[in-house]
């Protein structure tokens, strides 16, 4: 079985400060694991996603993410907050080559001028 | 490109009465998900088609939740009755086939009263 854990529910940033929105995986397969972001009233975009090449993964809007084997995790970073970044993050996971999103609960930004 | 349409956006019904949500697809895709994001939580699977066929139902409470995908294109969720803990956001999503990236629509917010 497949599950991931967001171990934040809450992160608060400045401004122009760096982002860590932390993320662990379980998974009995190779997994392929994705970040969605969700704004207000908005659909769930794909930041990025990680299938089995280059484990550090870059995706849309400056962000990053990290697959570590060892410590099954997959953390998303940004050098640099910025205020459209304030969103509900989700950390995804899914058996390879099957499309079964496995989402975690769920990390909310908050970005303070 | 046109995303996933869903309708209507909010919707109010007390108990025990029922509700259609409608879903359409990105043209071309051939996968189509419902899931469920309670208030809190991450979006869980509720059911996925491939083309007309069900790939996916486990976690669909068949006793009220239906759902169907006529000539594989548009679908329909329905609940019947509804129960109170059936608040939540259903999002629909499509992607190419079953491995493609998934676009996620807005979703329809569920109150039930």
């Known amino acids: 079985a497949q599950s991931v854990t967001q171990l934040d529910s809450h992160v608060s940033v400045s401004e122009g400060t760096p982002v860590l929105l932390r993320c662990n995986y379980s998974s009995s397969y190779s997994p392929s694991l994705f970040w969605y972001v969700q704004h207000p009233n908005k659909g769930l975009q794909l930041l990025l996603k990680y299938t089995s090449a280059a484990t550090l993964v870059k995706g849309i809007n400056g962000f990053e993410a990290e697959f570590k084997k060892s410590e099954t995790s997959f953390h998303l970073t940004k050098p640099s907050a910025h205020m459209s970044d304030a969103a509900e993050y989700f950390c995804v996971v899914t058996p390879r080559g099957f499309q079964k999103l496995v989402f975690g609960t769920g990390t909310r930004l908050l970005v303070s001028p | 490109e046109a995303g996933v349409a869903q309708s209507p956006r909010y919707k109010i019904i007390e108990k025990r009465q029922s509700v259609a949500f409608w879903c359409n697809p990105i043209?071309?895709?051939?996968?189509l998900y419902w899931y469920q994001q309670i208030l809190g939580q991450g979006p869980k699977l509720l059911i996925q088609f491939q083309n007309n066929g069900v790939v996916d139902d486990s976690q669909l409470p068949k006793d009220r939740f239906s759902a169907e995908r006529l000539k594989g294109v548009d679908s329909t969720l329905k609940i019947q009755p509804a129960k109170l803990e059936d608040s939540a956001v259903y999002l629909c999503?499509?992607?190419?086939?079953?491995?493609?990236?998934?676009?996620f629509g807005q979703g329809t917010r569920l109150t039930v009263v």
């Open positions: 043209s071309g895709h051939a996968t």
């Open positions: 999503a499509s992607s190419l086939d079953a491995e493609g990236e998934a676009f």
